[in-house]
């Protein structure tokens, strides 16, 4: 059965840095035919794909327009997890992150629990 | 982006009811439309997928239809475990965009 876990901090100031893990369980983040997806929510900004990893002989990584400047996104294969890293937060980063798992067939099927993130002083 | 729209944007229904949740794509998404559920504080799962295949353990009750721009999901007979919001996703072009959501409430 594939399991995510989310770990990080709920509070982060702004202008520093957002730091969360996902470890997974149950699957490879080295897999060849899944990739590894942070998604987040919040009540203006709806479900917001931030980006992924996924390992095609080589690894390939894929960030959202949005946040392409300040995301950065870390399989760890050591550790089975990823990792992501958002820059210079603000409050407008305030949300509910998601790691979840992309099918080979492009499904969303497997959520980690989530880790709500606040920005504030 | 491909823009997903849902109608309504909340429904009040009571157990037993036939319930109805639209999503519209700003383009063709051809069969590649998803639903999620979700309940408060939990994770969106996954409903339905490429339109109308029901993810293991969902109950029949639940339906998808439509194609290209237009979808539909379907409770045939609203239950209590149903209430919540649902989205739909389209993972036909990235990013995969999602709807706005439908709280389906009491």
């Known amino acids: 059965q594939v399991q995510l876990q989310q770990s990080g901090p709920g509070l982060v100031k702004p202008s520093q840095t957002l730091s969360l893990t996902c470890a997974i369980s149950g699957d490879s983040v080295s897999s060849n035919s899944a990739s590894w997806n942070w998604i987040r929510q919040s009540p203006s900004r709806g479900l917001e794909w931030l980006g992924k990893a996924y390992y095609r002989s080589k690894w390939y990584i894929e960030y959202a327009p949005s946040v392409k400047s300040r995301l950065t996104l870390n399989p760890d294969t050591s550790k089975n997890q990823f990792s992501l890293q958002l820059d210079s937060v603000t409050d407008e980063d305030t949300a509910v992150y998601y790691c979840?798992?992309?099918?080979?067939?492009?499904?969303?099927?497997?959520w980690g629990q989530g880790t709500p993130v606040t920005v504030s002083s | 982006d491909i823009q997903m729209t849902q109608s309504p944007s909340s429904l009040s229904a009571s157990v037993g009811d036939r319930v109805s949740i639209t999503c519209r794509a700003s383009q063709s998404v051809s069969n590649h439309l998803n639903w999620f559920q979700q309940k408060p504080g939990k994770a969106p799962e996954l409903l339905i997928y490429t339109v109308s295949s029901l993810q293991s353990g969902v109950p029949s009750r639940f339906s998808g239809s439509g194609s290209g721009t237009e979808f539909t999901l379907t409770i045939s007979s609203l239950q209590v475990d149903d209430f919540g919001t649902y989205f739909c996703q389209q993972s036909h072009t990235a990013p995969h965009t999602f709807g706005q959501g439908t709280k389906v409430e009491s």
């Open positions: 979840v798992r992309l099918t080979g067939e492009g499904l969303l099927d497997i």
